[in-house]
């Protein structure tokens, strides 16, 4: 999925489907409390490809924490150490390029370098936020009205494997640190009794408002309108009316439009086809070459 991702709400899906099924569309047959369990179904079979990355700062107090209502699966972690706090007076407009943007977490632990081929990975000895370049210095900003804390100094911890988090990509996982947390009931716990932890994670597709969201997409839409339509005509056949000539239809069409959208968001873009092959050099170097690293007086030309 290399393209933009956009939403839209649910209570616009329905309304498409109004339109498509006016024949049958009433408040007793098309009903948004039964169909939106299809939508989340729809949803979940889509996968993690089309939730939204965020990241916010979590306050400790009394060794726990408070997830954001539209927490999902978490990505990664980091215990934020010193701050100082920057006040300034709203004076006009106001507009502010925090520098370097936000690039995906890619590996906690190494980085190389993309122009030297041939130089092993570096081992970075400080795990920074949102990493995109080795030797850099990064920051994190957390803004509280017209009071904005900087966050210059981090640190790692280490989280149990639960279901709330990437085991896959979250390299909290892996770290050996003296801190630790789990995810239980919505709520961080940590060995800490106060301090701030900062989280990048994947939201819930749920709106402001608190509505549920669907993918916008010309082509993933149809999965959607067909479930949707699908569970309808089950309803009504259910209810002994005959609309069987309309579910063999939109059946057939349902299957088609929803392997056209698993074939979407499945295939991979450059940035995940990139990451593929680092970890593929990252164990190439690994096998071939870090075998030999114990004999410092053999030099190698490549």
Not at 16 to 45: E, F, T, W
Not at 86 to 92: C, E, K, L, N, R
Request: glycine letters at 4%; a negative charge.
């Amino acid at each position: 999925m290399n393209y933009l991702i956009k939403y839209r709400t649910f209570d616009s899906l329905v309304e498409d489907i109004k339109l498509d099924l006016k024949n049958i569309s009433s408040d007793s047959v098309i009903d948004p409390g039964v169909l939106i369990k299809v939508a989340r179904r729809v949803n979940y079979d889509l996968g993690l490809k089309i939730h939204k990355t965020k990241e916010v700062v979590l306050e400790i107090e009394k060794g726990r924490a408070k997830l954001p209502d539209d927490f999902y699966l978490m990505n990664f972690a980091l215990l934020c150490g010193s701050y100082r706090i920057i006040t300034a007076a709203p004076q006009g407009t106001h507009i502010e390029d925090v520098s370097p943007e936000y690039t995906p977490w890619v590996d906690p632990l190494y980085c190389s370098d993309e122009s030297n081929p041939q130089q092993p990975p570096c081992l970075i000895k400080e795990v920074p936020t949102c990493l995109d370049k080795c030797g850099n210095e990064y920051r994190l900003l957390q803004t509280y009205n017209q009071t904005v804390r900087e966050y210059t100094m981090f640190a790692p911890i280490h989280f149990r494997k639960s279901d709330f988090i990437d085991c896959d990509n979250c390299p909290n996982i892996q770290m050996k640190t003296v801190d630790s947390a789990y995810i239980k009931d919505g709520w961080v716990y940590t060995n800490l009794d106060c301090g701030n932890l900062y989280i990048n994670y994947e939201g819930d597709l749920i709106s402001d408002d608190g509505d549920l969201l669907v993918l916008d997409h010309p082509m993933i839409n149809e999965y959607y309108e067909y479930a949707l339509k699908k569970r309808v005509l089950e309803n009504l056949i259910m209810d002994n009316i005959n609309v069987t000539t309309q579910y063999q239809l939109v059946t057939a069409e349902y299957r088609a439009a929803r392997n056209n959208a698993l074939t979407i968001v499945n295939t991979p873009d450059f940035s995940e086809m990139a990451k593929v092959w680092r970890k593929n050099r990252k164990m190439m170097y690994g096998k071939y070459y870090d075998m030999f690293s114990s004999f410092g007086g053999l030099s190698y030309k490549y």
